[in-house]
């Protein structure tokens, strides 16, 4: 094991508005973080389940099962030493991406779909 699932994470227009509509729909109601841009559902990092909203302003949301349109999540995942985790997930075929952040770097899984590995 490589790390821990942090959070899901969904890219929207709107995260306060889709973090209400997922916090009634899963039970979700305690908001861990809330800035605006970055809304989570759960408890702190450790503390399963974590649902994240993104501000994405110019979403094209997906249109299933158009391949066009596909579904537009990530994963945020914990790890204890940024370094050792880094060469690991690069060793089982991610790749760096641009962006990164206190506390996360982005990375590509071998089909695409970005990840961040995340530290405290």
Excluded: K
Aim: net charge negative; proline share 12%.
């Amino acid at each position: 094991m490589i790390g821990r699932l942090r959070s899901t994470v969904i890219d929207c227009p709107d995260p306060r508005a889709l973090a209400g509509f997922y916090a009634e729909l899963l039970g979700l109601p305690q908001v861990a973080d809330d800035d605006g841009d970055w809304v989570v559902l759960g408890g702190p990092p450790g503390h399963q389940p974590r649902l994240a909203f993104q501000r994405a302003a110019d979403l094209r949301p997906p249109d299933w099962p158009d391949p066009e349109r596909p579904q537009q999540f990530h994963l945020d995942v914990t790890v204890d030493d940024i370094e050792a985790a880094e060469q690991a997930a690069l060793a089982l075929g991610a790749r760096r991406l641009p962006g990164e952040g206190p506390g996360f770097r982005v990375y590509a899984d071998p089909a695409g779909h970005p990840f961040c590995l995340c530290w405290d």
